[in-house]
């Protein structure tokens, strides 16, 4: 039996993030760039106007006031999307709209508001400074400046900029296949009414989602019965995927065959067994080169296990460096006690009330009560030295979603 973190440290050694592939910029939000992106231009293009209102030379607005209004010629109209003609000598102006370019000749823009058109003159009732209103050519971003680096998730912010440089097409990393089995006899499919004994094959779905969640493809590989024969062929047949995950068998029943096959096809069981609950019995290892993860079968020991082991690693595989999820401080609303040498995550909600996080279980935290994950947004962590958590302490929360970043009502 090995710790959680010289576990994580074993697997994540066996992941390196996958080739690259070119995709349609709206596909990819979430995906990490394996690019780094420089600006083959300017943007904006040209000095352009940030108000609807006159191009002038600032000089010409000197001592303007309300009570001092100035009169210029205007001897242009500048519609966005067009170029002046003309060139803005002393006592002229141009009507000018948002984005469009500043003429020749000008240094400012006077703003609509500050003016009164007057026929083929504007009367002005205020100065500007130089380069008021105007944006500069480049002053968002320069020719040859690096604009999104490689290694980047990419937000949507990322995707506008890269659509601003002309960019239809971006590498990313690939997203990792990964091959979800689900073993026992007890199983039944989800279309079955089971009878008594038998359970519907929950994990399957659970682990996909938990595969979808972290960007990665699941493909479903359905019941595997607790013959050898059977997980041999099975495994075998999940050798194109990139990963290979497996539910249940490996704990010490009878019937407990997944790390045998591994030790016998794979040849190459890095170890079993974790000093954590739930999810002891977590087998890693390789099958052809493929890494195969054998999760417990409880429901909430495969789900654990995933989000410990088998997320950091996926994540790994599609070019994040950002693996873990987020922790936090909160204060326990109850009392916990344990043996010490296991790391335990026990199944929690967490709420921020004022200003401080309070954490308190879901109940029930047996490895079979799926209902305790339903209900939790995070698991609190209790190190391998601790024994006790005291009514109003503080812990550590990992936090398995992002609801704490959403709110019911608008906050300032
Ligand atoms: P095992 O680790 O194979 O002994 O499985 C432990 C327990 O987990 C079984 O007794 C089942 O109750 C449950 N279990 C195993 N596999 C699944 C599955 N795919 N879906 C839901 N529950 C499962
Ligand atoms: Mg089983």
Same mark, same amino acid.
């Given at each position: 039996?090995?710790?959680? *973190?010289? +576990?994580?440290?074993?697997?994540?050694?066996?992941?390196?993030?996958?080739?690259?592939?070119?995709?349609?910029?709206?596909?990819?939000?979430?995906?990490?760039?394996?690019?780094?992106?420089?600006?083959?231009?300017?943007?904006?293009?040209?000095?352009? %106007?940030?108000?609807?209102?006159?191009?002038?030379?600032? +000089?010409?607005?000197?001592?303007?006031?309300?009570?001092?209004?100035?009169?210029? =010629?205007?001897?242009?109209?500048?519609? +966005?999307?067009?170029?002046?003609?003309?060139?803005?000598?002393a006592g002229e102006a141009a009507r000018?709209?948002?984005?469009?370019?500043?003429?020749?000749?000008?240094?400012? &823009?006077?703003?609509?508001?500050?003016?009164?058109?007057?026929?083929? #003159?504007?009367?002005?009732? %205020?100065? &500007?400074?130089?380069?008021?209103?105007?944006?500069?050519?480049?002053?968002?971003?320069?020719?040859?400046?690096? !604009?999104?680096?490689?290694? %980047?998730?990419?937000?949507?912010?990322?995707?506008? @900029?890269?659509?601003?440089?002309?960019?239809?097409?971006v590498s990313v990393y690939q997203k /990792?296949?990964?091959?979800?089995?689900? #073993?026992?006899?007890?199983?039944?499919?989800? *279309?079955?009414?089971?009878?008594?004994?038998?359970?519907?094959?929950?994990?399957?779905?659970?682990?996909? +989602?938990?595969?979808?969640?972290?960007?990665?493809?699941?493909? @479903?590989?359905?019941?595997?019965?607790?013959?050898?024969?059977?997980?041999?062929?099975?495994?075998? #047949?999940?050798?194109?995927?990139?990963?290979?995950?497996?539910?249940?068998?490996?704990?010490?029943?009878?019937?407990?065959? !997944?790390?045998?096959?591994?030790?016998?096809?794979?040849?190459?069981?890095?170890?079993?067994?974790?000093?954590?609950?739930?999810?002891?019995? $977590?087998?890693?290892?390789?099958?052809?080169?493929? /890494?195969?993860?054998? $999760?417990?079968?409880?429901?909430?020991?495969?789900? &654990?296990?995933?989000?410990?082991?088998?997320?950091?690693?996926?994540?790994?595989?599609?070019?994040?460096? =950002?693996?873990?999820?987020?922790?936090? =401080?909160?204060?326990?609303?109850?009392?916990?006690?344990?043996?010490?040498?296991?790391?335990?995550?026990?199944?929690?909600?967490?709420?921020?009330?004022?200003?401080?996080?309070?954490?308190?279980?879901?109940?029930?935290?047996?490895?079979?009560?799926?209902?305790?994950?339903?209900?939790?947004?995070?698991?609190?962590?209790?190190?391998?030295?601790?024994?006790?958590?005291?009514?109003?302490?503080?812990?550590?929360?990992?936090?398995?979603?992002? %609801?704490?970043?959403?709110?019911?009502? $608008?906050?300032?």
């Open positions: 039996m090995i710790s959680v *973190e010289k +576990a994580l440290k074993t697997i994540l050694v066996n992941f390196r993030p996958l080739g690259l592939e070119k995709i349609n910029i709206l596909e990819s939000r979430g995906r990490v760039i394996g690019e780094d992106i420089f600006s083959p231009r300017n943007i904006p293009s040209a000095n352009n %106007s940030a108000m609807d209102g006159y191009a002038v030379r600032y +000089a010409d607005t000197k001592g303007a006031t309300k009570n001092n209004p100035l009169q210029l =010629k205007i001897i242009e109209d500048i519609p +966005a999307g067009k170029v002046a003609l003309k060139k803005i000598k000018i709209m948002t984005g469009a370019v500043i003429p020749e000749g000008a240094d400012a &823009v006077i703003r609509q508001e500050d003016t009164q058109k007057n026929g083929k #003159t504007v009367i002005i009732y %205020s100065s &500007v400074q130089k380069k008021e209103n105007i944006r500069f050519a480049g002053e968002d971003v320069k020719r040859g400046e690096l !604009v999104v680096k490689r290694g %980047s998730a990419l937000r949507p912010a990322h995707i506008g @900029m890269l659509a601003s440089l002309g960019k239809s097409f /990792p296949r990964v091959a979800i089995m689900s #073993t026992g006899d007890e199983l039944v499919n989800i *279309e079955t009414d089971p009878p008594p004994g038998k359970l519907v094959n929950s994990n399957s779905y659970s682990l996909a +989602a938990q595969v979808l969640e972290c960007g990665a493809i699941p493909i @479903m590989m359905g019941i595997t019965r607790d013959r050898k024969s059977d997980l041999q062929k099975k495994f075998k #047949t999940a050798l194109d995927a990139d990963v290979i995950i497996s539910s249940g068998g490996v704990s010490v029943g009878d019937f407990d065959f !997944v790390k045998n096959v591994m030790g016998e096809i794979g040849n190459a069981m890095h170890f079993w067994q974790v000093a954590m609950r739930p999810g002891k019995p $977590l087998a890693f290892g390789a099958i052809e080169g493929v /890494p195969l993860f054998g $999760l417990p079968g409880n429901p909430v020991s495969a789900m &654990v296990s995933f989000e410990q082991f088998v997320r950091p690693s996926l994540l790994k595989m599609q070019g994040h460096t =950002k693996i873990y999820r987020q922790t936090i =401080k909160a204060i326990c609303t109850e009392e916990f006690q344990k043996k010490e040498g296991f790391r335990h995550f026990i199944r929690a909600v967490v709420k921020k009330e004022k200003d401080k996080y309070v954490a308190s279980t879901t109940g029930d935290q047996g490895s079979g009560i799926l209902k305790s994950m339903v209900t939790a947004n995070g698991l609190i962590v209790m190190g391998e030295n601790e024994s006790r958590i005291k009514k109003g302490a503080q812990v550590t929360v990992q936090l398995l979603d992002d %609801s704490l970043s959403r709110s019911e009502s $608008l906050q300032f």
